[in-house]
């Protein structure tokens, strides 16, 4: 099944050691098939076809609505909003072990080779750790060799080797900013983090609150090199669109529901009640159509990555509990009144993150992807009637998972 991933649209070339073998693939921008090759081939057939990305009339890159520009000097003193989350990082890893890309630059990488070259024990030669991510661009952007399904630095206890060598400071830049998004919409920045991390699930009611560090968010704004903006229209569906104004209002309306409700799910009906969308109407085949998305997947997956990776881990376990729920949409989670409370919470903590981060403004239409996202969290909640994500792999959590599976592996709606 072919379709736009988004990104750079060029082929992502992934090399990953598994079985005392390195293998390298490269994935195409269009979902299809990832093309196999030997560790540093790039002629013409054993490349991927770009996909042209998408830009604005004047030449803007678009991630969907949203609009890349370079840094301006203002940019430096505009107020920074965040929402009132809470979050904590656990170390265990799973982030590092669940995509196929760790972006590092040539500077990232010159500095970690320097901290850790007395301490390498991979089975790759340190300085063959890092290559160009994509074959247009050998002297861009570089990526890490996977070993067994995680990144070349991940220890076994979940630790990342760079930062236990060097500290904090010492990990790529991409990491050290992961899960944070910031997105400038007007004269504001409105932060927030990606709910496709485990920990975002695990400590959405115990971690620190999210505005208790604002040093590490004015430091990650000033390491940016582009912008990502909310325009100021933006689209619901082919016809209808809403001054950027009246989109705030709605999203901060939203998530002030959000902080009041045990349910997700009947916030984001609400939700989409109010901009004139039918909740409800297709679920059943949106359903089928995921179960069968990732069904399709598997074999493929089973030639790409290795039996310990999370990120294999994640389609198995989706592809069954979609599965699942649509042999029996009805199943029961076997959670009491406390555990559903909370888990539902958690649900309203993950969507207020997905909102505030104008994460569904990635996609190119605000109706379709609001209608995706309160399916995703029905899914992410309903899952454990199934099986809980934690129980297939003890790195991944239910409704991260799916959020995970959503923004990463499902096509998008256009
Ligand atoms: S460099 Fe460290 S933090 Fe970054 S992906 Fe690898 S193990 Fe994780």
Not at 74 to 98: F, N
Not at 123 to 143: I, K, R, S, T
Not at 311 to 330: F, H, K, M, N, Q
């Amino acid at each position: 099944m072919a379709f736009e991933r988004g990104g750079s649209g060029l082929g992502l070339v992934r090399r990953a050691w598994w079985d005392g073998e390195l293998k390298e693939f490269v994935h195409p921008a269009d979902g299809s098939a990832a093309i196999e090759r030997s560790p540093g081939t790039s002629t013409a057939g054993l490349r991927a076809e770009p996909v042209p990305i998408a830009r604005t009339e004047g030449g803007q890159p678009l991630q969907g609505q949203l609009i890349g520009r370079p840094v301006i000097p203002a940019d430096g003193t505009r107020p920074l909003h965040l929402p009132m989350l809470k979050a904590h990082c656990d170390g265990s890893g799973a982030c590092c072990a669940s995509y196929h890309h760790m972006p590092t630059t040539s500077e990232d990488a010159a500095r970690i080779r320097a901290v850790m070259k007395d301490r390498w024990e991979g089975p790759v030669p340190l300085d063959d750790v890092f290559y160009p991510a994509f074959d247009e661009a050998p002297e861009g952007p570089l990526n890490v060799v996977e070993v067994d399904g995680g990144c070349a630095f991940l220890e076994d206890d979940g630790r990342c080797a760079v930062h236990a060598a060097g500290g904090a400071e010492a990990k790529p830049l991409g990491c050290r900013a992961f899960p944070a998004v910031l997105v400038a919409c007007g004269e504001e920045w409105h932060a927030s983090l990606r709910s496709e991390c485990a920990c975002m699930e695990r400590y959405a009611t115990s971690g620190a609150p999210l505005h208790a560090d604002p040093q590490s968010w004015a430091n990650l704004r000033a390491g940016f090199v582009r912008v990502w903006c909310v325009p100021d229209t933006v689209k619901i569906d082919a016809e209808r669109s809403l001054p950027r104004d009246d989109y705030v209002n709605w999203m901060r309306g939203t998530v002030a529901s959000l902080s009041k409700s045990f349910d997700p799910v009947e916030v984001l009906m609400d939700a989409e009640s109010a901009m004139g969308l039918s909740p409800g109407a297709g679920d059943g085949a949106w359903l089928a159509s995921v179960a069968e998305t990732l069904e399709a997947e598997l074999p493929e997956l089973e030639r790409t990555h290795p039996p310990g990776s999370a990120y294999r881990a994640a389609i198995e376990w989706g592809a069954e509990t979609a599965r699942g729920l649509v042999e029996d949409p009805s199943a029961e989670t076997g959670w009491g009144r406390g555990m559903a409370q909370h888990q539902g919470r958690v649900g309203c903590q993950l969507a207020t993150s997905v909102l505030h981060g104008h994460t569904l403004l990635e996609q190119p239409l605000l109706g379709p992807a609001l209608t995706e996202l309160r399916r995703i969290l029905w899914l992410g909640l309903h899952a454990a009637a199934v099986r809980p994500a934690r129980e297939v792999d003890g790195r991944l959590e239910s409704m991260t998972a799916w959020i995970f599976l959503w923004r990463n592996v499902l096509p998008k709606e256009a």
